[in-house]
């Protein structure tokens, strides 16, 4: 090397140098932050395919968390749900027991309505005060509301689970398709000329009734409707016959007239179900209850029974707004939320507007103890356990087949998601190591290298005999 100027060997060891203390710099970086991708030169395609899956890690977190708080609402709302149910059972003793009036005082009867009382503030107090994080879960604030429901067409109107558009409403189409029917029979045989004794049977129970001779078929039809709650058969005078009924509409109702002595009509005659449709979808059908569960809609509909036997009629209502809107899926769109109405469990919302109400029962009410209407109490008492029944199995349904199977399958997404976004991101150290070793061997070599390039330039003394 005889030139000064420019030492071309010294210039290669500092690009080398330079490149391998970068590569050491890098190295570095990587074991210190736990990353193989810190900025987007590391790896541009990389660092995108890393922030879209860290993306998603983050909504499944979310959504888990979202799918633990959802669960935690549910068991609020089934736990005091078990009190009522409680309750409505002690209800049930008290009114068996006050039904047994021979062997009991009238004081008995008035310390028992006491009790009865006690046990509707009770269960006004919990729908009332039952809450998670400040909303009402069983006082109807979760309950959905609706517009238009013509009383003449639809009795009742009961929806479990309807996704509503963002600051929208779902319009429900109910249509008669075929006309529900009575279980019928018809007496055509006049005012009687000798004494009968008929057995009427329905799917209430089984009496019989005798009638003398030449009884007015009035009274044969008011002696019928004296039992109906006993039998779940209705009489009617049509002209010179007697129209006998169930007292309810669907193929699960009958009539059925067995004559046990004198001349009678005998005969056994089934109702039939409506065929419904709503909003164009087929529905089950019981008599004039009609539902229909879709991913979107859960409802269930009590036709008016002029309406269930009008064949081709329609309804129209809106579901307005309410509810409880869960997002449980990792992004917010229709498939990741879940709505689900929770009613009203106060006494003037357990019942119907048929039987009667809860509320009925308290003193100074219709159906109080101490009024003696025991059987109409007793329907009320029913439906009103039934009711809340079913308002905890499909929110335990809720909790089993929705909210835990989501918990389920998404930290399955969570482990798998999370292991995709590592192999890309996260730095594997042991590879890391070894390449720092080597960056290390290479820089001290380069050290020594450039050194030595640095020093041979001052062989150009020897030519000047220095």
């Known amino acids: 090397m005889s030139r000064i100027n420019s030492n071309i060997q010294s210039l290669q060891a500092i690009a080398r140098f330079n490149r391998n203390s970068a590569d050491l710099g890098t190295?570095?970086?990587?074991?210190?932050?736990?990353?193989?991708?810190?900025?987007?030169?590391?790896?541009?395609?990389?660092?995108?395919?890393?922030?879209?899956?860290?993306s998603e890690i983050q909504g499944i977190r979310q959504a888990v968390?979202?799918?633990?708080?959802?669960?935690?609402?549910?068991?609020?709302?089934?736990?005091?749900?078990?009190?009522?149910?409680?309750?409505?059972?002690?209800?049930?003793?008290?009114?068996?027991?006050?039904?047994?009036?021979?062997?009991?005082?009238?004081?008995?009867?008035?310390?028992?309505?006491?009790?009865v009382d006690s046990i509707l503030n009770s269960i006004n107090r919990i729908s009332n005060t039952t809450q998670f994080n400040g909303i009402k879960l069983l006082n109807g604030?979760?309950?959905?509301?609706?517009?238009?429901?013509?009383?003449?067409?639809?009795?009742?109107v009961n929806i479990n689970a309807a996704k509503l558009p963002d600051n929208g409403f779902n319009t429900i189409t109910v249509e008669v398709l075929a006309s529900a029917e009575f279980g019928q029979l018809a007496y055509t045989g006049g005012v009687p000329t000798a004494p009968v004794t008929?057995?009427?049977?329905?799917?209430?129970?089984?009496?019989?009734?005798?009638?003398?001779?030449?009884?007015?078929?009035?009274?044969?039809?008011?002696?019928?409707?004296?039992?109906?709650?006993?039998?779940?058969?209705?009489?009617?005078?049509?002209?010179?016959?007697?129209?006998?009924?169930?007292t309810a509409l669907g193929t699960d109702q009958f009539v059925s007239v067995k004559t046990l002595s004198g001349a009678f009509t005998d005969g056994k005659d089934f109702g039939v179900d409506a065929t419904v449709a709503i909003n164009g979808a087929s529905a089950d059908v019981k008599g004039n209850v009609a539902s229909l569960r879709t991913g979107d809609l859960d409802i269930s509909v009590t036709l008016d029974s002029a309406?269930?036997?009008?064949?081709?009629?329609?309804?129209?209502?809106?579901?307005?707004?309410?509810?409880?809107?869960?997002?449980?899926?990792?992004?917010?769109?229709?498939?990741?939320?879940?709505?689900?109405?929770?009613?009203?469990?106060?006494?003037?919302?357990?019942?119907?507007?048929?039987?009667?109400?809860?509320?009925s029962l308290g003193s100074g009410g219709d159906n109080s103890l101490i009024s003696g209407n025991n059987l109409d109490a007793q329907k009320i008492i029913t439906e009103a356990i039934r009711q809340t029944a079913v308002i905890r199995g499909r929110l335990g349904a809720l909790q089993k087949n929705v909210l835990e199977t989501n918990s389920n399958s998404l930290n399955v997404a969570l482990e798998n998601v999370t292991a995709s976004e590592s192999a890309i991101r996260d730095a594997d150290f042991a590879a890391e190591?070894?390449?720092?070793?080597?960056?290390?061997?290479?820089?001290?070599?380069?050290?020594?290298?450039?050194?030595?390039?640095?020093?041979?330039?001052?062989?150009?003394l020897a030519l000047l005999g220095r």
């Open 27 to 54: 190295r570095l970086e990587r074991l210190s932050s736990g990353l193989q991708i810190n900025r987007g030169k590391d790896a541009p395609a990389g660092l995108i395919a890393s922030e879209t899956l860290r």
């Open 65 to 115: 968390d979202n799918t633990t708080r959802a669960n935690n609402v549910i068991n609020t709302a089934e736990g005091a749900l078990g009190e009522v149910s409680s309750l409505l059972l002690e209800l049930q003793s008290l009114t068996l027991e006050a039904a047994n009036r021979g062997a009991l005082s009238q004081q008995e009867i008035e310390a028992n309505q006491l009790q």
């Open 141 to 156: 604030a979760l309950d959905y509301t609706t517009s238009g429901v013509t009383s003449g067409q639809i009795d009742i």
């Open 198 to 246: 008929i057995e009427i049977a329905g799917n209430a129970g089984v009496e019989q009734v005798s009638f003398g001779s030449g009884t007015s078929l009035a009274s044969i039809a008011t002696a019928i409707n004296q039992l109906k709650d006993a039998t779940g058969v209705s009489a009617i005078v049509s002209g010179s016959a007697i129209r006998l009924n169930s």
């Open 307 to 359: 309406f269930a036997q009008s064949t081709g009629t329609d309804a129209t209502f809106q579901i307005t707004g309410g509810g409880a809107k869960f997002q449980i899926g990792s992004q917010v769109n229709r498939q990741g939320q879940i709505q689900v109405g929770i009613g009203s469990v106060a006494t003037t919302k357990l019942g119907n507007d048929v039987i009667g109400y809860l509320s």
């Open 433 to 460: 190591t070894a390449a720092l070793t080597r960056s290390q061997i290479l820089v001290q070599a380069n050290t020594s290298v450039l050194a030595q390039a640095n020093a041979q330039p001052q062989n150009v």
